[in-house]
């Protein structure tokens, strides 16, 4: 190693301690707080983290809080991070945590990725900021900033945690792993990094070989699949809808939704929707068109096209129906249910439903 990264993490620690900014799990390092967060905080952005954050705590102030919660109750206050498998994993933890380890989250990398949803970067994040463990933690950040530190077109996993195991400080480990993570987010960003700013910039190597845009390379992906689902929304006289409970298992797993099917070849959304009301409730009629919600996920994308069927009871569906479906269970609600996880664009078909007048 240069003898300029030999000194990177001080010089790192000196800038870090200058201008880190103020975030609300910064303020304390309790190691509950700092696995929320770190959790939180994978593939979603701080803006968005900070007012989540900052509920979660005051609803599940510590482990035993959220062992005690309700998975319903979790995935609503997880509403709009997305990615609901990280909150179902976290609860899981606590859970664990609290039955198993005696309340006490593990204080090494090695007993934390034993955790539901726990990898290696979050293990060592937590070991190393909650207690002081000389561990590396390499998330998108931190990666880009080794990437062109060390001026790596395509490295690998195991190629980048090398390389902050050699340079993860005896002292102060969490501080170090932080503010590498916020160097990527702040100076040495995706696109127009600010390297006049960057403390560690008379190391950076791509920086002198002038390949910062090209580092790191980037994969290409491929053209994320669109979809159309015809949903039904099954009111009864008495103005409930009827509402299903996804399987754990798999996407969006575990949260409430009107039933739906995948329009098929030929199909017209509405025939799709019918399917879906017609497995679960036999004799709905009506169907009337309510909303068309469009929602963009990591790998899809979905049109629901949402139609209003009408019952004449509230009995629940058969069993065998609702297994068929892929469902694990069955609910009537009011329009809006606050008190139900649902995904943001069944959501936003409550809120339609909400809205509509009586016909």
């Known amino acids: 190693m240069i003898p300029e990264i030999d000194d990177a993490a001080l010089t790192l620690l000196a800038w870090f301690d200058g201008c880190l900014r103020d975030l609300p799990w910064r303020q304390s390092p309790d190691p509950y707080r700092v696995l929320v967060s770190e959790v939180m905080l994978q593939q979603t952005r701080v803006e968005t983290v900070i007012p989540h ?15 005690r919660a309700g998975v319903d109750e979790v995935l609503v206050e997880w509403e709009g991070l997305g990615y609901y498998s990280r909150a ?9 945590v609290r039955d198993s380890l005696g309340g006490k989250i593990p204080d090494s990398a090695e007993r934390l990725r034993e955790l539901p949803g726990v990898g290696e970067y979050t293990a ?29 077109s395509a490295p690998t996993a195991s190629a980048l945690r090398e390389r902050a195991v050699a340079m993860v400080p005896a002292e102060r480990p969490g501080d170090f792993n932080q503010a590498l993570m916020e160097l990527g987010a702040t100076i040495c960003r995706p696109r127009s990094p600010r390297c006049r700013e960057c403390p560690l910039s008379a190391a950076c190597l791509a920086r002198a070989c002038g390949t910062i845009a090209e580092r790191p390379g980037r994969a290409q992906r491929p053209p994320i699949p669109s979809f159309d689902l015809g949903v039904a929304v099954v009111m009864s006289q008495r103005g409930r809808a009827l509402m299903v409970r996804r399987s754990e298992n798999g996407m969006l797993g575990g949260m409430w939704e009107y039933p739906g099917r995948v329009v098929e070849p030929g199909e017209l959304p509405a025939q799709a929707a019918s399917r879906a009301a017609s497995a679960l409730a036999p004799d709905a009629t009506c169907a009337r068109p309510l909303a068309a919600v469009p929602h963009t996920y990591s790998h899809r994308h979905h049109v ?56």
């Open 53 to 67: 954050f900052e509920r979660w705590m005051e609803r599940f102030p510590t482990v035993d809080a959220l062992a």
């Open 88 to 96: 179902r994993n976290l609860h899981t933890a606590a859970r664990f």
């Open 124 to 152: 060592g994040a937590v070991a190393s900021i909650a207690f002081d463990r000389p561990e590396p933690a390499v998330d998108g950040n931190a990666r880009r900033v080794l990437s062109r530190l060390f001026d790596l």
């Open 304 to 359: 629901y096209h949402a139609f209003v069927f009408d019952t004449d009871h509230e009995s629940d569906p058969d069993p065998d129906a609702v297994s068929r479906g892929g469902w694990t269970g069955t609910a009537w609600e009011r329009p809006d249910p606050a008190g139900r996880a649902l995904p943001a664009a069944q959501r936003k078909i409550a809120r339609a439903l909400a809205a509509l007048s009586p016909c």
